[in-house]
């Protein structure tokens, strides 16, 4: 049973970092992708990033392209979401999903992918 929790959320200001962790659980995700999406109050839920465990090829929403970098550290099979100069527009809930795929095709539909975390509040002031 695969198992995703994020941590890392927070209250920040305009300008600042955060860094969100999924920490994965439950099977070995080399053939895997972890993405990041987000959802914002009466909003859909967006993709924000994604990366391939096993080759480390990833894709980034233009919203955050140059701001946000997503890493992996295999021995402790967690995934990271570095975030910075955060805007008041990041503000949402941020949720880590997993996907059996290593294409490098997009995957932006959040239908498609089959593992979700519980999500950590990203909070940004302006």
């Known amino acids: 049973q695969v198992q995703l929790v994020e941590s890392g959320g927070g209250l920040v200001q305009a300008g600042g970092s955060l860094r969100l962790s999924c920490a994965a659980s439950?099977?070995?995700?080399?053939?895997?992708?972890i993405g990041w999406f987000r959802q914002a109050p009466g909003k859909e839920r967006e993709f924000v990033t994604r990366?391939?465990?096993?080759?480390?090829?990833?894709y980034y929403a233009d919203s955050v392209k140059g701001r946000f970098t997503i890493s992996r550290d295999n021995a402790k099979n967690t995934v990271y979401l570095q975030m910075n100069s955060l805007k008041p527009e990041d503000t949402a809930v941020y949720y880590c999903?997993?996907?059996?795929?290593?294409?490098?095709?997009?995957?932006?539909?959040?239908?498609?992918?089959?593992?979700w975390g519980q999500g950590t509040q990203v909070t940004v002031s302006s």
């Open positions: 999903a997993a996907k059996r795929s290593v294409t490098r095709a997009p995957l932006e539909q959040s239908a498609s992918w089959e593992y």
């Open positions: 439950g099977r070995t995700f080399s053939m895997f992708s």
């Open positions: 990366i391939v465990w096993g080759g480390g090829f990833t």
